[in-house]
C-alpha cells in the first residue's frame, strides 16, 4: 500500500470514529439517571412548565430521533447549552481552551528538553553517577501523583520561599488580559506589546508548567534513553564509529533514529494531558478547560460535561493521526 | 515466559532493585490481607479530641483533622486500593487478551476495526470520564474499578496484538498449521501461551498507574468516601492542612502511596525486561 492510500485510510477512518466517540457520548448522557428537564425547570417548577422544556430540548420524542437531533446538532458544532453558564457550551470551551492548550504546550516543551538531552546522555554514558540520578528521576517523579508535586511546590515556593505568584489564575489580579487574539495570554501580551501583562503570564504559568513537566517527563526520558542506546547497537552505528566518525556526529546519527519514538510518546502525553492536567487547573484556579469540566461535573451540568469529553478526546485523536503521519513521513522505512 | 528458578536467582544477582520492587509489592499484599487487623487503632473512627496530633509514640504518624490515627489508616489502606487496582487491571486484561488475539491472528478488515475502536477509548479523558462516571453513578469502589478497566483495555489489546502478530508468521506456528492444526487449537496452545508474557509483565505497570488514577480521583472528591481507608483521600484531605504546619496527615500517606506505585513499577519494568527477548 502507498503512503497517499494510507493516509487516505486513515482520514477515511476517523468520519466514524468520530462518529463513535459521539454516539459513546450519546449514550453516556442518556445513562445518566434523573430527568434533565427538571433540572433546568427547578424544583418550584410546574407539571406544564417541565413538559414544555421536555418538549423544547426533545426528550419527549422517541430515543432514536433524539440521537439523530444529537448528531445534527454537533454536526452544526452546536453542544447544547450549558445549565450553569446558561451560555452555549461551545463558546464556554472555545473561552477556556486556549488556557488549557498554552499550559500543557508550555509544559510539554519543558519536558521535551529536558528529557530528550538527558535521556540521550544517559544512553552515551550508562551506569554513570548522571544516568542512576537520571533514572532514578525517572522512576519518582512519576510515582507521586502530580497533584502531590503541585501542592508540595506551592507550599514551598510560594509559601515559604514566595518566589512565585499565588496560585490564583493566569495572570495577576490587579491586570486586565490582553486584548484576544489566539487566547493564548503570551503571545497575545506579545502582540499588543503589553509588557507587564506578559510577564505576570510568564510568572503565573511557570509552577504549573513546571510541575506538569517534570512529572511527565519522566516516561519522555525513559523513551528516550531506551531508543538512543537500542540506536547505538545498531550496525550503522558501528559502521560510523569504525569510520573514524566524532562522537558528536555518531550521537547525532544515533538520535536522529530515536527521535520518533520519543516525539510519539510526547504526542500521546499531549492528548492525555488535555484532559489529565484537570488537577493542575484546580489547584491554580486555571480557569482551563479540566476546571470547567468539574465545574461541570459537580454540578451536573450534563451538557458541558459531554461538551468537553467530545472535544478533548476528538483533539486527541487529532494528535494520534498526526503522530503516525508524521511517522510516515519522516522515517523512510516505514511503507504502509 | 521463561519465570524459572535460576532465571530468578539471576535477576536477584544482577538486579536488587527489581527484588526491592517484588518486596515492596510483598508487603502491600500482606497489609491488603492483615492490615485492618494489625492497625493499633480503628481506621474508621476519630478519637474525639485527638484532632491534628502531631506523630508521637501514641500516634506513631500522628492524626488527622477528623482525629483518625493516620498510621492505622496507612496500614489499612492498601487493602481498598490493591482491592481497586488488581480488580481494575484484571478486568483490563481478561477483555484485553481475547479481542488482541482476534485482533491479531485474523487480519483485515476486523483488526482495524478493533484497533480503531482502541484509539476512541484510548483517546477519551481518562480523568473526566472517570469522574464523571463516579460522580454520577455513586461513590463505590467498584465503579472506580470499571473505569480503571475500561481505560486500560486498549493498552493489552495492543500489546496482545503486535504479540500476535510477530508470533503467527514464526516457524513452529507455520509448521503447526501445514500439519493441519485447526485456528482454536493453535491459538489456544501455541499462540496464548507465547503472548501471555509481555501481559503479565505490563500488569504491574497498570496496577501502580491505576493507583494514581484513584489517587487523583480521590482528591478532586469522586473517590472512595470518608471513613474508607485509602491512602490517597488521606493526601488529599490532609493537603489542606500543609499550609497551616500540619504535614503528616498528606506527607506519611503521600510517601507509602509512592512507595507502593514505584515498587509495582520497578518489579513490572524488571519483568517486562525478563519476558522481552530482545532486551535479556
Known sequence: ?336 | MNLDGRHLRYLIKTRPVALGGAVIVAVALLLAMIGPLIAPYDPTTAIPGDQLQPPSLRHLMGTDGNGMDVFSRVIASPRTDLTIAILGTLGAIAVGIPLGLVAGYYRGFLSELLMRVSDIVQSFPVFILGMALVVVTGQEIRNVVYVVAIVNCPIYVRLVRGQVLFLRERPFIEAARVLGARDSWLIREHIFPNAIGPVVANASITIGWAILLTAGLSFIGAGVRVPTPEKRQAIAVGAKNIYTGEWWPSVFPGVALALTVLGFALLGEAMVQMTDSTRR
Do not use: C
Not at chain 1, 464556554?92 to 538531552?117: G, V
Not at chain 1, 488535555?274 to 454540578?299: C, D, M, N, P, R
Not at chain 1, 503521519?325 to 516505514?334: G, K, T
Open chain 1, 1 to 336: 500500500m502507498t503512503a497517499g492510500r494510507y493516509i487516505i485510510r486513515r482520514l477515511l477512518f476517523l468520519v466514524p470514529q468520530v462518529l463513535g466517540v459521539t454516539t459513546i457520548v450519546f449514550i453516556l448522557i442518556r445513562l445518566l439517571p434523573g430527568d434533565p428537564a427538571y433540572l433546568v425547570a427547578g424544583s418550584l417548577a410546574t407539571k406544564d412548565v417541565i413538559a414544555s422544556i421536555r418538549e423544547q430540548m426533545g426528550l419527549d420524542r422517541p430515543i432514536w430521533d433524539q440521537y439523530l437531533i444529537y448528531l445534527g446538532h454537533v454536526a452544526r458544532g452546536d453542544l447544547g447549552k450549558s445549565w450553569l453558564t446558561s451560555s452555549q457550551v461551545t463558546e464556554d470551551i472555545l473561552q477556556r481552551l486556549p488556557a488549557t492548550l498554552e499550559l500543557i504546550t508550555l509544559a510539554l516543551i519543558l519536558a521535551f528538553s529536558i528529557a530528550l538531552p538527558l535521556g540521550m546522555l544517559t544512553a552515551l554514558r550508562p551506569g554513570t553517577v548522571i544516568d542512576r540520578i537520571a533514572s532514578a528521576y525517572g522512576m519518582l517523579a512519576g510515582a507521586m501523583p502530580d497533584f502531590w508535586w503541585a501542592l508540595f511546590l506551592v507550599f514551598l515556593l510560594f509559601g515559604q520561599l514566595h518566589v512565585v505568584p499565588a496560585p490564583i489564575g493566569r495572570i495577576d489580579l490587579a491586570l486586565l488580559p490582553p486584548p484576544q487574539v489566539t487566547g493564548f495570554y503570551t503571545i497575545d501580551s506579545i502582540l499588543s506589546g503589553d509588557w507587564p501583562v506578559f510577564w505576570s503570564t510568564l510568572a503565573h504559568l511557570a509552577l504549573p508548567a513546571f510541575t506538569l513537566a517534570f512529572v511527565y517527563a519522566g516516561p519522555i526520558l525513559k523513551m528516550a534513553r531506551s531508543t538512543v542506546s537500542q540506536a547505538l547497537l545498531g550496525n550503522f552505528i558501528q559502521y560510523a564509529r569504525a569510520s573514524g566518525l566524532p562522537r558528536r556526529i555518531v550521537a547525532w546519527y544515533a538520535l536522529r533514529n530515536a527521535l520518533l519514538p520519543v516525539i510519539t510518546m510526547t504526542g500521546i502525553t499531549y492528548g492525555y494531558l488535555l484532559g489529565g492536567a484537570v488537577l493542575i487547573e484546580q489547584i491554580f484556579a486555571w480557569g482551563g478547560l479540566g476546571q470547567y469540566a468539574v465545574q461541570a461535573i459537580t454540578s451536573s451540568d450534563y451538557m458541558a460535561v459531554s461538551g468537553v469529553v467530545l472535544v478533548t478526546t476528538v483533539f486527541s485523536l487529532l494528535v494520534y493521526l498526526a503522530v503516525d503521519l508524521l511517522y510516515l513521513a519522516v522515517d523512510p522505512r516505514i511503507r504502509y
